[in-house]
Every structure is written in C-alpha cells, then in structure tokens.
C-alpha cells in the first residue's frame, strides 16, 4: 500500500508578529499567521486576492526563530497539515493549520528594509533557513536487512554499458 502524502510549501508574509508560548509539559510553541498572494482574472482585469494560513513551530527552534518572525516579515515555508479538533459549546469544531518543518527567511518587512542575525546584513536574497525534522520513529529492521550506518559503496566505479551516448 503507497503511503500517503501531505506536504504544503508556501511563500508570504508574516500578518502579526509570532506569538511563543509554552505547553504544560515546558515545551515551545510559535504560532504565528502568514498571507500569501494570489493573482487571478476577474473578466478582463488580474487582481489579487490574499490567502491566510496559521502556522505552528515547535521546539527550539521556535524559540529561537520567534524575535525574526515580525509583521511583513517574508518568509518561505515548507510543512505539513494538520486538523485541530475540539467541542464548543456541544458543537463540534475543527480547523486546519500548518506545521512548519522548514522556514527560510527571505527579507525584511519590506522591499528595502533588512534585518540583522548574528552580525549578517539581510534582505532579499538571503539563504537563512531552518529545518526541523519531523519526529518519526525508524521502522523495525529485520535481521537480513542492512543498516544505513553499516553501508558501504562498492569500490569499484559503476559501469553501464549502453549502446546509445544517452541511457534513455
């Protein structure tokens, strides 16, 4: 059976400075929201139309990411969705955000404005990114399988005989 897939990449802007907050536990949440851009037709004329996500990071790096997550804030996002399920007043109640995985900075609040990490001019253009990797547990290995940690490639260079100078 194919696994299933759920993966968000998005680019925008931050629509409020992040929010951290801490779960009973100790551990970190950064909420924050971002607006992301869409041109469409409308008759004869493009116009835009603003799309808004909620976006959770957890951890440390959330901690650590919180004081560069401020309004206008350009950002590219890469994640995973995720439904929030409660009860309200007997009626049942969900919502859908995204749990950012991987966040790139991209620029300042605005086209001319910079922000300043550990020393380094920002801006447009700047390659600060962020990863968290998700939480998974490795499957169960059966004794006849090999270990990625024990692999080692062969010593003898691959050759492919191919007929044609292009193999397809």
């Known amino acids: 059976m194919a696994e299933d897939i759920n993966k968000v990449m998005l680019v925008g802007r931050l629509t409020r400075d992040a929010e951290l907050s801490y779960t009973n536990s100790g551990f970190a ?6 607006a992301v851009n869409r041109r469409r037709k409308q008759g004869d004329q493009w116009v835009d139309e603003a799309n808004f996500f909620d976006l959770h990071l957890w ?3 959330g901690e650590s990411l919180n004081s ?3 309004k206008g804030t350009q950002v590219a996002v ?6 929030e399920r409660w009860e309200q007043d007997g009626a049942k109640r969900s919502k859908v955000t995204i749990e950012a995985v991987n966040i790139q900075l991209l620029g300042g609040r605005s086209e001319g404005s910079s922000y300043n990490q550990g020393g380094q001019s920002g801006g447009y253009g700047n390659n600060n990114s962020y990863q968290q990797q998700p939480q998974r547990q490795a499957p169960p290995q059966s004794q006849n399988s090999q270990s990625f ?5 062969p010593s003898q260079p691959r ?3 191919y ?3 292009i193999p397809f």
């Open 78 to 83: 890469e994640g995973q969705l995720r439904q």
């Open 149 to 153: 940690e024990s692999y080692t490639p």
């Open 163 to 165: 007929e044609d100078d």
């Open 68 to 70: 560069y997550l401020t």
């Open 29 to 34: 949440l950064c909420k924050f929201s971002l």
């Open 59 to 61: 951890g440390r790096r």
């Open 159 to 161: 050759q492919d005989n």
